[in-house]
């Protein structure tokens, strides 16, 4: 209860029975006030949230973090301390790559909000003095503002008619090299396989290098090269298992950089009779499609996805492997779209 001016003791409750058109006017104006606000709510699903946060993502591949943080994220940083109404920059550090995330003031409007990244933007393009190496950093302004989808597309492995036809041209091709060869049975191939997009003359000069160097250790004697379909292979007299050994360690590390000619390449097999070539394949048997068709693939997903009017960018990492980033209509231009090519690692199926 509150003191009455007069002196006597208020009673709220006795007021409004006493007063009713005051009780019943308070009353419409609540359920006025409430319509109102119930008819000016939001009703979106998604409703507009004007994010404040942006990144900025620089690589160098190869650098230390150390490095990273001292000569590119620190400039960065720099930088980005420039743009009005920024008011927390935090920067995350890692081998090779650096990511800046970028906080505007809570009273930016959309209207200095879209003046403060284009500003940022305009920076970046002119940016000077990161070090040899290092990549131009990437504005993605879409950040936290996003729903994203992400489609994984692997390749099925061969089906057994690929490898009975594989098989039954590897076998033909050694059997006819080592035809009238007096040490016919103690000789050994090493056999790449690998699909029909790869490039044949690739993988038959990495096994010329590999019989150069084999013939140079006295590892191996009488070798040949021999190639067909899919397949290349080397034919050779070895000279002691542990002299190939020994040369396969120094050419895989020395000559190769512990890589395969090439990332299609299946698991090499050795042959030494060929009538078990097919039983071989079977066990060291890759995927139906390479790389590059699996990137031609998944570049058709990406230009199709990027038809639909809610996509507001694709982009994809690696050559078997896209992503779509969809976010909402009105952010439908972004800023920078990255895609880059790598070797990715194939997982055994596909979303």
Request: charged share 25%.
């Amino acid at each position: 209860m509150n003191v009455h001016p007069a002196g006597g003791r208020f009673n709220t409750a006795r007021f409004f029975v006493e007063h009713p058109h005051i009780a019943w006017v308070a009353l419409v104006a609540t359920l006025a006030w409430g319509a109102w606000a119930y008819v000016q709510m939001p009703q979106r699903k998604d409703p507009e949230i004007l994010v404040k946060t942006a990144t900025v993502t620089a690589a160098w591949p190869g650098a230390e973090a150390a490095d990273v943080e001292q000569l590119v994220a620190r400039p960065l940083e720099l930088l980005v301390a420039q743009v009005p109404h920024v008011d927390e920059i935090e920067s995350i550090t890692r081998t090779g790559t650096t990511t800046l995330f970028v906080t505007l003031e809570d009273d930016v409007g959309e209207q200095e909000l879209e003046e403060a990244w284009n500003d940022l933007e305009s920076r970046l393009q002119t940016l000077r003095g990161l070090p040899a190496g290092a990549l131009r950093p990437l504005l993605n302004t879409h950040f936290g503002d996003t729903a994203t989808v992400l489609y994984s597309v692997a390749s099925p492995p061969v089906d057994e008619v690929e490898v009975d036809v594989r098989a039954a041209s590897i076998r033909k091709a050694i059997e006819a090299h080592r035809a009238g060869k007096p040490d016919a049975a103690g000789r050994a191939a090493k056999v790449f396989v690998f699909p029909a997009g790869v490039d044949g003359r690739t993988v038959a000069a990495a096994a010329r290098k590999y019989l150069e160097t084999g013939e140079r250790m006295g590892a191996i004697a009488d070798g040949a090269v021999l190639g067909g379909g899919g397949f290349v292979a080397i034919d050779y007299s070895p000279r002691g298992e542990e002299r190939i050994a020994a040369l396969d360690a120094h050419f895989r590390q020395e000559v190769m950089g512990g890589e395969l000619p090439h990332p299609d390449i299946w698991t090499p097999i050795l042959v030494r009779d060929p009538a078990a070539v097919r039983a071989q394949l079977v066990a060291s048997a890759g995927d139906k499609y390479g790389y590059r068709e699996l990137d031609e693939f998944t570049t058709v997903l990406r230009d199709e996805l990027a038809r639909l009017p809610a996509v507001g960018r694709s982009s994809g990492t690696g050559s078997s492997r896209r992503s779509c980033t969809c976010s909402t209509p009105r952010s439908a231009s972004p800023r920078s779209t990255s895609s880059r090519s790598e070797s990715p690692r194939r997982s055994g199926g596909g979303t």
